[in-house]
Nanobody, 121 residues
Framework: QVQLVESGGGLVQPGGSLRLSCAASRSIFSIAIMGWYRQAPGKQRELVAVISTGGSTNYADSVKGRFTISRDNAKNMVYLEMNSLKPEDTAVYYC???????????????WGQGTQVTVSS
């Protein structure tokens, strides 16, 4: 079973940017859909973005136009570029092997340990 390790979180001011990375322990070429989710304190885990092997994407409305998900199948990596960050983006961000479909993502059983993103002045 693939293992996932997230990195790149940190403290950033509102309006700032961060790039999260998710490293997989084996090839992700055969994994149809990979996703990013987040969980803020006291809230349920929610979808951020998902991406197919071919690069098609789907985003939560709250991050459209600000976040970009990408994947590098050759390097077994998934990324989340986050721009124009807001305090409400503060959460632990998790990488997920998603069950899809892209239009209606369903979480899969494989998660990373998460990386904390804090947006505050």
């Amino acid at each position: 079973q693939v293992q996932l390790v997230e990195s790149g979180g940190g403290l950033v001011q509102p309006g700032g940017s961060l790039r999260l990375s998710c490293a997989a322990s084996r090839s992700i070429f055969s994994i149809a859909i990979m996703g990013w989710y987040r969980q803020a304190p006291g809230k349920q885990r929610e979808l951020v973005a998902v991406i197919s092997t071919g690069g098609s994407t789907n985003y939560a409305d709250s991050v459209k136009g600000r976040f970009t998900i990408s994947r590098d199948n050759a390097k077994n990596m998934v990324y989340l570029e986050m721009n124009s960050l807001k305090p409400e983006d503060t959460a632990v961000y998790y990488c997920n092997v998603n069950r899809g479909p892209l239009s209606s993502p369903r979480v899969g059983p494989v998660w990373g340990q998460g990386t904390q993103v804090t947006v505050s002045s």
